[in-house]
């Protein structure tokens, strides 16, 4: 169990049962916790500071959470996005220019700064869904929750899966 005391009871987390998933939001972000990710859908009409809320939450928690990507541009501007915080995981020539891989560490508020631009910069076009990478254990989701639930407006807990015996045995 974890430290933290509460009196939202629903949302602790019950070993020994294994968890599967831990949902949370509101009606415009939905958070999907697992122990090796946090899948997050972005609704069109979330504000700036609201993404802004939950990146700099993530990395509250856990600052090892990374989020990866892949784009494709000249060489010139490979280093721009390294300026940028980005971290460059691999590159090779590709039709129309470099196939670039980058991690996003969620410990480089540089590097945040300019996540939360680009997700701004998707919403305009309509919703978007990004995957951040972290090691998350059930201790690390509640203090997620709660640093979410404690700092932004109408945040929720949605539901909470865990694994059936089946799963946890294979």
């Given at each position: 169990m974890c430290a933290q005391k509460t009196q939202d009871e629903e949302a602790i987390i019950y070993p020994p049962q294994s968890l599967g998933s831990f949902e949370m939001g509101r009606n415009d972000v939905n958070l999907v916790c697992t122990y090796g990710k946090i899948a997050v859908w972005f609704g069109r009409k979330v504000p700036d500071y609201i993404i802004a809320q939950i990146l700099i939450g993530i990395s509250k928690v856990d600052q090892s959470t990374v989020h990866e990507f892949e784009i494709v541009c000249s060489f010139d501007e490979i280093?721009?996005?390294?300026?940028?915080?980005?971290?460059?995981?691999?590159?090779?020539?590709?039709?129309?220019?470099?196939?670039?891989?980058?991690?996003?560490?969620?410990?480089?508020?540089?590097?945040?700064?300019?996540?939360?631009?680009?997700?701004?910069?998707?919403?305009?076009?309509?919703?978007?869904?990004?995957?951040?990478?972290?090691?998350?254990?059930?201790?690390?989701?509640?203090?997620?929750?709660?640093?979410?639930?404690?700092?932004?407006?109408?945040?929720?807990?949605?539901a909470i899966n865990y694994k059936t015996e089946s799963q946890t045995s294979r």
């Open positions: 280093t721009e996005y390294e300026s940028k915080g980005y971290t460059l995981v691999s590159y090779g020539k590709t039709a129309g220019g470099y196939r670039v891989n980058y991690s996003i560490p969620f410990s480089n508020k540089k590097a945040l700064f300019h996540l939360s631009k680009f997700i701004l910069e998707e919403l305009q076009k309509g919703e978007t869904r990004k995957d951040f990478y972290w090691n998350g254990n059930d201790c690390d989701i509640q203090r997620l929750y709660y640093e979410f639930k404690n700092n932004i407006e109408n945040w929720e807990l949605k």
